[in-house]
């Protein structure tokens, strides 16, 4: 089983949809939870982290859920500026600054 | 965040000869990683690069394979030695700075080994 598993995608929204992406990571003593953005043929760049509490950026939301292990991110009113692979983080526990990435989820959105 | 610039951007190089990648920052960070992006995949962390000390290398990935330096906070170099076509890879450093667990990554280089 991988370490942080996610959608496979893709995901093909139209323009104004919602939509919603999942991870579940397996390490329960993980601390940190990140989503970053990748386009193609260029490095993933910071989304954002994500908290226990939940976190709002404009149209992105990220949820966390340690007691299932579970992370969502939440992109509302989709843009075709929003196409490309979302990636699950996770930063292992115990002080080392390991990142655990997933496979990515792509996104397409078509007008 | 931080600037991070890395060369080569990209390369095409023969089997069984060596590619040193360099990774510069615009500020002195405590950590710097490298890692490799396989095609269609996604990414896997070689090794930290330590300042001052050798490498730690994730399980799969040996000094001797990719050597890395880091003579200063701001500076580091991977090498991808004796290159056979499964290296064909992307290979991207990151940073993060002090005091944070967030990463930042350079632009990469794309490594083709014919």
């Known amino acids: 089983r991988k370490e942080v598993e996610q959608d496979p995608g893709p995901f093909n929204v139209p323009e104004g949809a919602t939509v919603a992406f999942n991870c579940t990571y397996s390490?329960?003593?993980?601390?940190?939870f990140f989503w970053y953005r990748q386009d193609c043929r260029k490095e993933p760049k910071l989304l954002m982290s994500v908290y226990s509490s939940g976190n709002e950026d404009g149209r992105f939301t990220a949820q966390l859920n340690r007691a299932s292990q579970y992370i969502s991110l939440l992109i509302r009113d989709s843009k075709l500026s929003d196409s490309a692979t979302y990636l699950c983080v996770v930063n292992r526990s115990g002080g080392y600054n390991k990142l655990i990435f997933g496979a990515g989820t792509r996104l397409a959105v078509h007008p | 965040s931080a600037v991070i610039s890395q060369k080569p951007s990209r390369d095409i190089c023969q089997r069984g000869t060596s590619l040193t990648i360099q990774c510069q920052v615009d500020?002195?960070?405590?950590?710097m990683f490298w890692y490799r992006q396989q095609p269609g995949q996604s990414l896997t962390l070689i090794a930290t690069a330590n300042q001052g000390s050798e490498a730690t290398y994730e399980s799969g990935f040996v000094i001797d394979k990719f050597p890395i330096s880091r003579p200063n906070l701001t500076f580091s170099t991977l090498t991808v030695s004796n290159m056979s076509p499964e290296d064909s890879s992307i290979y991207l450093c990151?940073?993060?700075?002090?005091?944070?667990?967030?990463?930042?990554f350079g632009p990469g280089t794309r490594l083709t080994v014919l």
């Open positions: 390490n329960s003593a993980s601390q940190s």
């Open positions: 990151s940073v993060a700075l002090t005091g944070t667990d967030t990463q930042y």
């Open positions: 500020s002195q960070v405590t950590m």
